[in-house]
């Protein structure tokens, strides 16, 4: 990016620098979706249900699961503060380990000992449709992509801005168009540089630089060995995002790569994508032998299988598809997906990257976003795979592309640095409406990061392993025991313990209310959900 298109972000840091516009901005919220698996104390996946005491995973708004019973998931609501977010993910999780039997918490984005593709069990919401939709989702995502890739853990972090800092934006720009046209228009602008610029998230976060062997099942790989149990390359950031992790592989064959020029473009085309028939799935065959192997043989099954390290949403109502809602009410939050669990806090994820992030966030919004040209989009995608497997080599290039050229090689420390400078005056104004310094310092961190990779979460990770002697199982593994005792020593007061069993019960026979209610098949349910799309 050359410093002349960093000529719109001093022009709005310069508008939105008044006490109105900060105590907007001090209302912004954050929310947390954090993975863990659940494992044996030995290590391997756990096959038993999804805890009763921790409530229903159908319907508990905290405490639920992902692809696998056991592949837990812990949502914060959305909270005012970095504290306050924190805060409720330590009592979500809190309240978790207190209930746990025999088993721990996997501290690491990728899995521990994977004994095979059966290993995995499904996850099971009960007898409702809404279950059984849940359920056949996930086998389809088992078959077309392997169950091992989907019970990769993240932390995923949504961000709002407050409906005074709309108002008051929207205001100053000299905007006339309608209020959530031109809310949704600057979301997406958002997500587009997020897109540009994501890959700095696995560098200064990612920390998944190695894998255990067992995850690849005797598959053949580019990655180098640790030692006898572990693979790793020596500059990786994040593999979860790298070429073993989850992802669309077959996005190319199918002709499915999402649209961010509009959020009609994006909303088009994911209901293209859901509606497309694809001949790689219809040899799956979609009920066989009575019983659902995927909802459909389309290009994607529902919009959420499309694999993307950012995603504009809407607050679903009801069986309403996430396309439906965003084409609806337009975009309320946006989710940044690509963070590693961090190994190193026993949340998963520490203060000083949610205050960086925050920043990060906001300087998207206001740096100037064209529309993603087809040669900025390929740059997109080679520059986070180069950083997932490469990020800290030495002298690092990176493409920087624009729509008049292929693109100019950047070494990734100047881009990043550049970056992070420019980042400077975001994060003064976030701290002016704060009251705090928390977002320069976070920031300064950062840069320090830039310019030493052995500060980054994924070179301290292979650091330990090689003080300790260990390969990535035993590292995980004694850093899952670690955050186990953190949270025995860690007291849940007893209001917060009787608000978590309320909501346990609640979700429990919020469950049993939806079963009772269903009147219809599973067959005509489905055939109604995708009738609208």
Avoid at 248 to 271: F, M, R, V
Avoid at 341 to 370: K, R
Avoid at 446 to 464: H, Y
Wanted: aromatic residues 10%.
């Amino acid at each position: 990016m050359k410093p002349l298109l960093y000529k719109k972000l001093q022009q709005r840091l310069k508008l939105l620098d008044t006490p109105e516009m900060e105590t907007a901005l001090a209302q912004s919220k954050i929310g947390l979706e954090k993975e863990s698996l659940r494992v044996l104390p030995e290590g391997g996946i756990t096959q038993t249900p999804h805890p009763i005491a921790w409530g229903s995973a159908l319907t508990h708004p905290q405490i639920t699961t992902d692809f696998s019973e056991a592949l837990t998931e812990f949502v914060t609501p959305p909270c005012n503060s970095v504290t306050e977010v924190i805060q409720s993910l330590d009592d979500i999780q809190n309240f978790v380990y207190r209930n746990l039997d025999d088993e721990i918490l996997w501290a690491t984005s990728m899995p521990c000992v994977v004994a095979g593709e059966t290993s995995i069990p499904l996850a099971k919401y009960g007898t409702s449709n809404a279950a059984q939709m849940k359920t056949a989702y996930r086998r389809g995502l088992g078959l077309r992509y392997g169950r091992a890739m989907q019970v990769i853990a993240g932390v995923h972090f949504n961000y709002s801005f407050s409906d005074s800092f709309w108002q008051q934006y929207q205001k100053i720009l000299n905007n006339t168009d309608n209020p959530q046209a031109f809310i949704s228009e600057q979301y997406m602008g958002m997500v587009r540089n997020l897109l540009r610029f994501g890959w700095l998230v696995p560098y200064l976060f990612g920390a998944s630089p190695a894998v255990c062997k067992s995850f690849l099942n005797g598959q053949d790989t580019i990655l180098q060995e640790f030692n006898s149990n572990t693979y790793y390359e020596p500059y990786a950031t994040s593999l979860r995002l790298g070429d073993i992790g989850y992802q669309n592989n077959k996005e190319d064959l199918a002709g499915i790569k999402a649209c961010y020029d509009s959020l009609d473009a994006y909303t088009n085309s994911l209901q293209h994508a859901i509606t497309t028939p694809c001949s790689a799935y219809e040899e799956i065959g979609v009920k066989v032998d009575g019983e659902y192997q995927q909802l459909n043989a389309n290009i994607l099954q529902i919009e959420n299988e499309y694999y993307s390290s950012v995603r504009p949403k809407q607050i679903l109502q009801g069986d309403e598809k996430p396309s439906t809602a965003l084409k609806k009410r337009g975009v309320a939050y946006v989710e940044l997906r690509s963070l590693d669990v961090n190994a190193f806090d026993p949340h998963g994820i520490n203060s000083e990257q949610l205050y960086f992030l925050e920043v990060f966030m906001l300087f998207c919004l206001l740096q100037s976003s064209p529309e993603l040209c087809e040669n900025e989009v390929a740059a997109i995608d080679e520059n986070l795979l180069l950083v997932a497997h490469k990020g800290r080599e030495p002298g690092l290039d990176l493409k920087r592309a624009c729509a008049n050229s292929v693109g100019e090689k950047i070494s990734l420390r100047d881009w990043a640095s550049e970056l992070c400078n420019k980042m400077k005056g975001v994060a003064s104004l976030l701290d002016s409406a704060n009251y705090c310094e928390n977002y320069f310092s976070s920031v300064k961190s950062q840069i320090a990061s830039v310019f030493d990779p052995e500060l980054t979460p994924s070179a301290r990770m292979l650091a330990e392993m090689s003080e300790h002697d260990e390969g990535f199982f035993h590292y995980a593994q004694r850093m899952s025991k670690h955050h186990t005792q953190y949270y025995e020593n860690h007291s849940l007061s007893e209001d917060k313990k009787i608000f978590f069993e309320k909501m346990a019960s609640d979700s429990i026979n919020m469950q049993k209310q939806i079963e009772e209610n269903d009147k219809i098949s599973f067959d005509e349910y489905l055939d109604n959900y995708f009738k609208n799309a």
